[in-house]
């Protein structure tokens, strides 16, 4: 026996207790008075069962289960058990079945109708999903969880504005902010805009995801790319500096088009007074990385692997000592330099495969910058990786 059919047999077997529970109770009455045969259609079920014929078993005891109050309970589980087990054909099957009931109390349809609703986004039926998440949220019913239904729909189908209004009533639903979320929407708006070179319009829905969450990194640094783009080098850098206040995390995202925006400008001095404010607040291996490259192209190539090698002793780094090798290569010895180049190489490749960012909510890890999770679809999860680590060997 495979291990789906093996998962289908154990998910069955609650049904066909239950099944053989409600056949006995409802005849409860009648074995007082004479003895029970059991219904021959329950024993066939049972047969399908063992013989491993699960479609067939789950028809026998499907219809065996008359559908009504009592019974609705046991449906609603065994449609929530088949999502998830990703069977969402008979997931549906069943759900849609309970909503075609007309005697069903309105509590129980309205449940059936919101697993319907998980069904058809479960299965990437947007629209049906769509109509009966905001029935239910314009009847008040399951009001919060259909919303974040209606917000996931609105995310997969990239329709922002409608992503924001629905947040704002989730807000009200929930009971807390979603401010850093509707911020996000903001950025998506944004870019999409700068991809069309609507530059000004982007740059109006980034003012508004910063009134939104004043905090939004991604907006600072989408600012900042534009400016940057437009030649605007003072504002970039503006823009760029003001991630440092609201997020010191991700300041080494911003030291490289700094450098670039102060090198553009021809004022490498204030590109070294700026580093050294940024060293004051960020002592990490980027920003000391970023400082030797300063001392480099001043000429002071000794005095760089110097700074370097002396951060490296208190605040070892595996990006440290691939750039500190890079600098030293032409002080090298003849004698060290094959073995130090191999080493070098080494690191490159293990630096190339490692993840630059972790996810804080689920521990995805990626190479590249997501302000939504492409693992627990979460947003504002990711940050920026300090450092890579060496791969395990499969011993250990």
Request: charge should be negative.
């Amino acid at each position: 026996m495979t291990l789906n059919l093996y998962g289908f047999y154990l998910l069955l077997l609650p049904l066909a207790a239950a099944t053989g529970w409600i056949i006995g109770r409802r005849s409860a009455y009648q074995s007082k008075i004479r003895p029970v045969s059991v219904n021959p259609d329950y024993l066939k079920g049972l047969r399908h069962l063992v013989n491993e014929d699960a479609d067939k078993a789950i028809e026998v005891f499907v219809r065996l289960l008359e559908v009504d109050n009592e019974t609705v309970e046991t449906h609603l589980a065994l449609g929530n058990l088949f999502r998830r087990q990703g069977e969402v054909d008979r997931a549906l099957k069943i759900h849609q079945n309970l909503v075609a009931r007309p005697n069903l109390e309105p509590m129980h349809r309205n449940q059936a109708c919101y697993e319907l609703a998980r069904d058809y986004l479960r299965a990437g039926v947007l629209d049906r999903a769509e109509n009966l998440y905001r029935d239910l949220a314009e009847q008040g019913i399951f009001r919060e969880r259909s919303l974040e239904g209606l917000v996931s729909i609105y995310e997969q189908e990239r329709d922002w504005a409608q992503a924001i209004e629905t947040s704002r009533r989730l807000e009200s639903a929930k009971g807390h902010s979603l401010r850093p979320v509707i911020a996000q929407y903001y950025c998506e708006m944004a870019e999409q805009l700068r991809r069309r070179k609507e530059h000004e319009a982007a740059m109006k829905h980034l003012q508004l995801a910063l009134q939104e969450h004043p905090d939004c990194v991604r907006a600072s640094l989408m600012e900042g790319q534009i400016e940057e783009q437009n030649k605007n080098y003072r504002k970039a850098i503006k823009a760029y500096l003001r991630i440092v206040r609201q997020d010191q995390e991700f300041i080494g995202e911003i030291l490289e088009p700094l450098e670039r925006c102060y090198i553009a400008l021809d004022d490498q001095a204030g590109w070294h007074k700026q580093l050294g404010q940024l060293l004051q607040q960020f002592d990490g291996a980027s920003a000391r990385v970023a400082m030797a490259r300063v001392l480099v192209r001043e000429g002071e190539i000794n005095e760089a692997v110097e700074y370097l090698a002396e951060y490296l002793q208190q605040h070892p780094s595996w990006l440290g000592f691939h750039h500190l090798l890079e600098l030293s290569q032409d002080n090298i010895s003849a004698t060290l330099s094959a073995p130090l180049e191999g080493l070098r190489t080494a690191l490159q490749q293990m630096i190339a495969a490692s993840p630059n960012y972790h996810c804080g909510n689920c521990g995805f890890d990626g190479p590249s910058l997501h302000w939504q999770c492409l693992s627990c679809k979460s947003w504002n999860s990711l940050s920026p990786v300090k450092d890579v680590l060496p791969a395990l060997s499969a011993d250990g």
